[in-house]
């Protein structure tokens, strides 16, 4: 489920802390660390050196009720805490963890044969193999891999070795079910990630980039804004995704912005009750 890579682990925490780590304090920070919830046990442990090895960060040991918030900016600059309801992120302004949300609600809906603007924009499909390069809390990706079916795949690249901690750790947790795909989850720099792919990869590559005007939607928005990439979509690496692409470069907007027009992306038609606009471009011509 989880793959890392190396290097992209110093971009790991949220940018407002970690400049505010490297502005002069002299305290020993790592990034990121993984520690248990107040109810410590011996499988417990065991469950959170695991995720600690799986995402390449340190363990540290927490006595029983003991409370983490003196180790946010002494220890660490993020914690993951691995307890009996999964893995939550904290910082020092505050804590999410990993829910399927309106994912789940739109899966259900699929299953119920209504329509869902990702997939019909898309044109998903049973066995098709989807690239989504901005993974964030998986929403989107949990719907394409009930579309794409057990015999389609999901991959997944998060900048945010935080973020793709959470999500990774929440989707090993996440029944998703037989009629649906695995979700592979890769820390990486989709700009540099997509360089290395051969041409046609996937069926479909995928983008939600950062809004620039934040959204009223999950209560872990905010947070999410901490530790997600910010860099807007480039023309570049559009270029770069029609190349890897087979069929549909889709990309996620927000209505009332120029974020799809500044790439040259037409509106896709769709419903005049959502704050969510979607485009989408095919691949580029081989020479």
Same mark, same amino acid.
């Given at each position: 489920?989880?793959?890392?890579?190396? %290097? +992209?682990?110093?971009?790991?925490?949220?940018? %407002?802390?970690?400049?505010? +780590?490297?502005?002069?304090?002299?305290?020993?920070?790592?990034?990121?660390?993984?520690?248990?919830?107040?109810?410590?046990?011996?499988?417990?442990?065991?469950?959170?050196?695991?995720?600690?090895?799986?995402?390449?960060?340190?363990?540290?040991?927490?006595?029983?009720?003991?409370?983490?918030?003196? +180790?946010?900016?002494?220890?660490?600059?993020?914690?993951?805490?691995?307890?009996?309801?999964? @893995?939550?992120? +904290?910082?020092?302004?505050?804590?999410?963890?990993?829910?399927?949300?309106?994912?789940?609600?739109?899966?259900?809906?699929?299953?119920?044969?209504?329509?869902?603007?990702?997939?019909?924009?898309?044109?998903?499909?049973?066995?098709?193999?989807?690239?989504?390069?901005?993974?964030?809390?998986?929403?989107?990706?949990?719907?394409?891999?009930?579309? @794409?079916?057990?015999?389609?795949?999901?991959?997944?690249?998060?900048?945010?070795?935080?973020?793709?901690? @959470?999500?990774?750790?929440?989707?090993?947790?996440?029944?998703?079910?037989?009629?649906?795909?695995?979700?592979?989850?890769?820390?990486?720099?989709?700009?540099?990630?997509?360089?290395?792919?051969?041409?046609?990869?996937?069926?479909?590559?995928?983008?939600?980039?950062?809004?620039?005007?934040?959204?009223? %939607?999950?209560?872990?928005?905010?947070?999410?804004?901490?530790?997600?990439?910010?860099?807007?979509?480039?023309?570049?690496?559009?270029?770069?995704?029609?190349?890897?692409?087979?069929?549909?470069? @889709?990309?996620?907007?927000?209505?009332?912005?120029?974020?799809?027009?500044?790439?040259?992306?037409?509106?896709?038609?769709?419903?005049?009750?959502?704050?969510?606009?979607?485009?989408?471009?095919?691949?580029?011509?081989?020479?």
């Amino acid at each position: 489920m989880a793959r890392r890579g190396a %290097s +992209w682990m110093a971009e790991s925490v949220a940018p %407002s802390l970690r400049a505010w +780590w490297m502005r002069g304090r002299r305290v020993t920070l790592v990034p990121l660390a993984v520690t248990t919830s107040t109810k410590v046990d011996a499988a417990l442990v065991r469950e959170a050196r695991a995720v600690a090895a799986r995402w390449g960060v340190p363990f540290l040991a927490r006595r029983a009720k003991e409370s983490v918030a003196p +180790w946010l900016g002494t220890k660490a600059a993020a914690l993951l805490v691995v307890g009996g309801d999964g @893995v939550t992120l +904290w910082d020092a302004e505050g804590s999410f963890g990993f829910h399927a949300g309106m994912a789940h609600l739109r899966r259900m809906r699929l299953r119920a044969g209504e329509p869902d603007a990702f997939v019909r924009v898309a044109e998903l499909r049973a066995g098709d193999s989807v690239l989504d390069c901005t993974l964030g809390l998986a929403q989107d990706a949990m719907v394409a891999s009930l579309a @794409v079916g057990p015999s389609g795949r999901v991959v997944g690249l998060e900048r945010s070795l935080a973020l793709g901690a @959470v999500a990774g750790e929440g989707l090993r947790r996440y029944a998703l079910g037989e009629d649906s795909g695995p979700i592979e989850v890769v820390h990486a720099d989709a700009r540099e990630y997509l360089k290395t792919l051969p041409s046609r990869a996937f069926d479909v590559v995928f983008f939600d980039p950062m809004f620039a005007k934040p959204r009223k %939607s999950q209560p872990a928005f905010d947070m999410l804004r901490r530790f997600a990439e910010h860099a807007p979509l480039t023309q570049a690496t559009l270029e770069e995704a029609r190349r890897v692409a087979r069929r549909w470069v @889709v990309v996620k907007g927000a209505k009332y912005t120029d974020d799809l027009r500044k790439l040259g992306l037409e509106d896709e038609p769709g419903s005049r009750f959502t704050d969510v606009i979607w485009g989408r471009v095919g691949p580029s011509v081989e020479p």
